[in-house]
């Protein structure tokens, strides 16, 4: 029906032309339409992010004015007036709290955490030491607590009235009105609309203010932290602005003049699709109807003739051998996947026909890839590839894969002449399947080359996976590390602070000395677990020979001397050595394998600092040296020496010619003689000592330094060590902190950053601190190895440190600083 269907070309075109016209129209209106909803989301976007900021800046500007508040609230209770007694202080703060209406209550707190004057008198009395802002409020000048045991929107700020820990707190408790009256103010000023509405959430994620949304659709929202001051550190808090997201408008119908307009382009875009098409239409007229002459009838259409020939190809190119060329095809892709398959696993695949003894393959060219042909050749052939040694291996795998189903393996090595002749290689066969009935089942097999034993060949697969585990593995380790030396350089500093402070007994003294050994055996057992993990090389590093020594010792006597008595005798004032921890832990622990090996009795280490010369009887380039002297007893009676030595001397002196150092053996303690050696190591220079000789020993002068940590305790451990030593110390608790700090004020002398502090780490602030206050030393602390090599340019302090090495490291600081003035 539809062949009798005919519809003028001029028609059909025009027709065409009017609905594209009609379609290009409509997703012009539908594009507007939806240019304008996006514009509205993007609005709401700004709208909330300005808020949120606006928001936090006005808390930041809050929080400052509560300090204030409560500073002057604790000038007029005058707490070191004795004159004054708590009643009357009580009344004061009651008046006092009703002329600021946003307090719902003021308490005086002694250091003990009793409540000694109060705006309520029920609180008199009441002990609050239980409470979490006591516990942040012990060593700081003003913090700031959230929630606690009252209903959320609570706000706690405590200020000491005189010196951190030993002088009262005045805490003021601010109500929820604190961020109403905030968000009132901020939307009068921003004209905000009711829609906007904000969320703000404590450090421990409780909605101090606000309620989250609970609508279907996302909200548009954006969150912004407070900063807090030089003075007041930002308390954690996030505030959060959300704003219900446009809805997309629905596009609605054209008005009358757009609709016009719209016809208008229809029916132009139909007249020209009418009027070209006319003109297109006449040769195919002429050719499908061509005039007849005068007195004949008219010929046949020359295009039913076209349509009867292209009916008559098709016909044909459905025969057989179109049928078996498209079978071909398919094979072809086939094969096609079959060499994709074993270019990228290595493996090259076989079929073997038992019954004609025919095997068929494909050999690799020299980049790896099969050759498009493949080859055939008797079973024989492939026997005769195999070293005679394995044919009969081979004739009874082959036997074993046609009688059971299941891969047979089998390791072969081939003896083909040149370099690749003789290798390896493993064959897996596989019998394909129940054979059809009167035939012969055929083989499958699967080869592939070995590597050669030592070769080290490693998947690239497996060394990526291994790389990416010692990758995850060194990371979490060095977090680990890195969380374990702040704790023992909290240790090391307080109870180094406390043997200043306060004169101790003979059994206290010996408890804190118990306690700051067994800190420096927790640093050597970090250094290890990272020589461990991150296989550093132990010549390009330096050490501390005292610490080493000091926190090696106890692990050899325990697991390799087996109790014997070990004596050390390194002083702490020597310089470093110009080699790794890990190295000389080695060496000890092969002297100690010695003297277990000889049964000597007793091990004791001295060291002294000394230059080569021809005394030590080695050739030995000229410098300073580390002179270590190791010595035992006589051999224990009755402990008979190994039989066979196990060349432990050989590899300290091996170990000691890869640093430049060497080995000076007196006596190897066999026999019924001791033990007596000296091990030579390069030494480093002394931190600052050419400066420190410039300078004169005049140079006295009291340092101010900026003190960036992002650990709280860390940071006030470490600045107590610093103004024990005499300096002036202002503190930062992160980069972005200390930036703007120093934004307000660059009078320092010298900086002391922690390299992994969260967002901005202590190497990424140096190189922005230099750049700007070039006269500024900067000191970066870090775990010793972890600092990367462009660390080099600024002085390293390791963590954990004591304040010996403090005082040590600003000894390089003092002359730069006294040349500079």
Known sequence: MLDSVRIPLKVLNAAQLAAIAAIAFALAWVGLGVSAARQEGVEAERTVLAASRAFAEALDHGLRGVESDARNAGLLIRPGDPALPDDERSMLLQ????????????????????????????????????????????????????????????????????????????????????????????????????????????????????????????????????????????????????????????????????????????????????????????????????????????????????????????????????????????????????????????????????????????????????????????????????????????????????????????????????????????????????????????????????????????????????????????????????????????????????????????????????????????????????????????????????????????FLQSNVLRGTPVIDRIPGNLPRARCSDRLLEVMLLNVAFHFRDLGLNGFAIGAAEHAAGDETGLDLPAGAYLRLLLASGRPTPGVLPRATPTGALETVALLLAEIGGGLHLLSDGSGDAAFLAEIWLPAADRPGQAEAESAGSSWQSRLRILLVESDSLVRASVAEALVDLGHSVVQAASGEHALAMLGESAAYDAMIADQAMPVMTGLQLAATVVERHPNIRIILASPHGQLPAAARAFLQLDKPFRQEDLAAILGAVAPHQARAA
């Open 95 to 554: 008046d006092w709290l009703a002329l600021n209406t946003i307090y719902r209550e003021a308490l005086q707190v002694a250091p003990d955490g009793t409540v000694r004057a109060a705006s309520e008198a029920r609180r008199i009395g009441a002990n609050l030491s239980r409470q979490t802002w006591f516990a942040k409020a012990r060593n700081a000048q003003v913090i700031v607590a959230t929630g606690g045991d009252e209903a959320s929107g609570l706000v706690e700020m405590a200020v000491s009235l005189g010196a951190p820990g030993p002088s009262d707190r005045l805490l003021l408790r601010v109500g929820a009105d604190f961020f109403s009256g905030i968000e009132a103010r901020l939307r009068r000023s921003l004209a905000l609309p009711e829609s906007v509405a904000f969320v703000v959430t404590g450090a421990d994620g409780r909605v101090l203010a606000g309620a989250q949304s609970a609508g279907t659709l996302a909200p548009v929202s954006a969150s912004t932290p407070t900063r807090g001051d030089r003075d007041l550190a930002s308390p954690g808090w996030m505030v959060t602005a959300q704003s219900a997201r446009p809805s997309a408008a629905p596009i609605g119908v054209p008005s009358g003049g757009a609709l016009s307009l719209g016809l208008a382009l229809v029916l132009t875009a139909a007249g020209l699709g009418y009027a070209l098409a006319g003109r297109a239409a006449r040769p195919l007229i002429r050719l499908a109807q061509p005039p007849a002459p005068e007195g004949e009838a008219a010929p046949g259409s020359r295009v039913r003739e076209f349509d009867a020939l292209t009916r008559s190809v098709l016909g044909r190119a459905r025969s057989s051998e179109t049928v078996l060329a498209g079978a071909g095809t398919g094979l072809d892709r086939v094969k096609r996947r079959l060499q994709t398959f074993e270019a990228m696993s290595g493996w090259s695949c076989w079929e073997i026909d038992p019954e004609t003894r025919r095997v068929i393959w494909s050999d690799q060219d020299t980049i790896g890839t099969p050759a498009a042909v493949d080859r055939t050749a008797e079973l024989a052939d492939l026997t005769d590839r195999f070293d005679p040694a394995d044919h009969a291996l081979l004739t009874l795998t082959l036997q074993a894969a046609l009688q059971a189903d299941g891969p047979h393996d089998v390791v072969l090595r081939t003896r083909l002449p040149g370099p690749s002749g003789s290798r390896r290689v493993l064959v897996r066969f596989l019998r394909d399947g129940e054979p059809a009935e009167g035939g012969a089942p055929r083989l499958h097999a699967l080869s592939r080359a070995l590597p050669e034993a030592g070769a080290g060949e490693v998947p690239p697969t497996a060394s990526a996976n291994e790389r990416r585990r010692d990758l995850v593995l060194r990371r979490v380790t060095d977090g680990i590390v890195h969380d374990f030396n702040d704790a023992l350089t909290i240790v090391q500093t307080n109870l180094g602070a406390l043997r200043r402070r306060h004169p101790l007994d003979a059994e206290p003294a010996r408890l804190v000395d118990a306690a700051l050994t067994g800190a420096i055996r927790g640093t050597a057992l970090t250094r290890r677990m990272l020589h461990l993990v991150r296989g550093d090389s132990p010549s390009l590093a330096e050490s501390d020979l005292a610490a080493t020594v000091s926190g090696f010792l106890p």
